[in-house]
């Protein structure tokens, strides 16, 4: 039979049996996170998943519509669903299986996953590549094993949320910058030259805002003051540059970016996994030591297979990356034409700046309404007040795809009052 929760408040049980104490604890629990989810409510923060019934790509099945634009997926290059990178998971599943049930260091490393790192080693141009189950884990696996309590940790304030928490593992000292700002970060330098090594961590490129980390600034500081350089590049690898390295390509500083970490889970192929490039040292360290590398279950073959083949075509070909630039400028300048304030430069992450939570909101359902999905961001995943619909652009997306997209903006943009 099923147990009861008791009728009155936890606290007041005076001498519960073992069971109604666990019941009762379990009601308090419940009490607690239902608040919880109240509050979000009422902040209008709740974040609502669409279900997706059919596969990633620019026109996808939602909330039981068919054929709907999708303008807010990372699949920058379309590869998420590109026939040669689902028949490479396909063959890998057949030839390898569907997982190793294993860390790698037990029995979980296939020569699959070592072909994957020596070209993810290859394509960033670094000694040497480690793979993760994912960018968080990269992250959340890094500054623990590289910086100890006599070195410093200088990172951007807008950071990642994953590079916040690597940090707070890490006992280095730890000193945040303001935003993309070269003399604050010049100041932390400063402060920090007794320790014993130094590393600036920052995004290649923001994801709310899709702006571009000056790298070049960073870099020379960095070579002034003695210090390391890491970026993440999960919105930039694979289509920023013009092989499609990445931001530190894009600005002619791959020479004096140190340890990159990205993500296969974006534009090289979108199922998952993340990776550490960098000095050899360094990455036989983090095998030895890096604890979401050494606890946790090694990357699926069919996942391999799906990124080691979108890793061959960008090394192959920079055309796919190429023509997402053409697309992502044909959006951003209709749009700014339109009356749009639209943040960022050139980046394919387009941000459609609103200023109000409840209008992001509003808009992002009207567009639904005329077939195009995007999203409202709104405090507190971007600043108070900088509510904003994010619209990202695809190489899969065609020119009609775009001009679609425009068009749905200004019919949504004009009911709401957003353009005249
Ligand atoms: N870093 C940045 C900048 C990201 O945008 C993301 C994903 O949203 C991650 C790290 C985490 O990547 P993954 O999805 O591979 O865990």
Redesign the pocket.
């Known amino acids: 039979t099923q147990p009861r929760l008791a009728p009155w408040p936890a606290r007041v049980v005076l001498r519960p049996s073992a069971s109604t104490r666990s019941y009762a604890a379990v009601a308090e629990a419940r009490a607690v996170l239902e608040g919880e989810l109240d509050g979000i409510r009422a902040a209008g923060t709740w974040k609502a998943e669409r279900i997706i019934t059919s596969k990633q790509g620019p026109q996808i099945n939602v909330d039981g519509s068919q054929r709907i634009l999708n303008f807010c997926a990372n699949n920058y290059l379309g590869l998420s669903s590109h026939p040669e990178v689902v028949q490479a998971g396909i063959d890998a599943l057949k030839t390898y299986g569907a997982g190793l049930s294993s860390v790698r260091f037990i029995c979980g490393t296939q020569d699959l996953h070592k072909n994957l790192e020596q070209k993810l080693a290859e394509f960033h141009e670094r000694e040497d590549c480690i793979l993760y189950a994912?960018?968080?884990?990269a992250?959340a696996g890094l500054f623990e094993v590289l910086l100890g309590p006599d070195d410093a940790v200088l990172s951007d304030e807008l950071n990642?949320a994953?590079?916040i928490d690597g940090i707070r593992l890490c006992r280095a000292k730890r000193l945040r910058y303001k935003h993309m700002d070269l003399s604050d970060l010049e100041n932390k330098l400063k402060e920090s030259q007794s320790s014993r090594m130094r590393l600036v961590v920052t995004?290649g490129v923001f994801?709310m805002d899709g702006d571009v980390a000056p790298l070049k600034g960073i870099c020379d500081l960095a070579e002034q003051y003695g210090a390391m350089v890491f970026i993440?590049e999960?919105?930039a690898t694979g289509f920023l540059g013009a092989r499609g390295r990445g931001t530190d390509e894009l600005l002619g500083v791959m020479d004096k970016v140190h340890i990159v970490n990205s993500?296969?889970?974006k534009a090289l192929g979108g199922a998952?996994?993340?990776y550490t490039v960098g000095p050899k040292p360094l990455i036989d360290l983090l095998r030895q030591r890096s604890r979401p590398y050494l606890f946790s279950n090694s990357l699926p073959p069919p996942v391999v297979g799906c990124a080691t083949k979108a890793v061959e075509l960008l090394l192959a070909s920079n055309e796919i990356a190429q023509s997402m630039t053409a697309k992502t400028m044909r959006f951003r300048n209709n749009m700014t034409q339109a009356g749009f304030t639209i943040a960022g430069s050139a980046h394919p992450i387009c941000p459609v700046m609103l200023g109000d939570a409840r209008l992001a909101s509003l808009m992002s359902d009207d567009m639904l309404k005329l077939g195009v999905y995007v999203i409202g961001f709104s405090y507190p995943v971007v600043p108070k007040g900088k509510a904003r619909i994010r619209v990202q652009i695809s190489a899969a997306h065609t020119d009609e795809d775009i001009d679609h997209c425009v068009d749905a903006f200004i019919q949504t943009g004009r009911k709401h009052g957003v353009i005249s």
Request: aromatic content about 6%; glycine content about 16%.
């Open positions: 994912s960018c968080f884990d992250n990642h994953s590079i995004d994801s993440d999960c919105h993500t296969l889970g998952a996994g993340g």
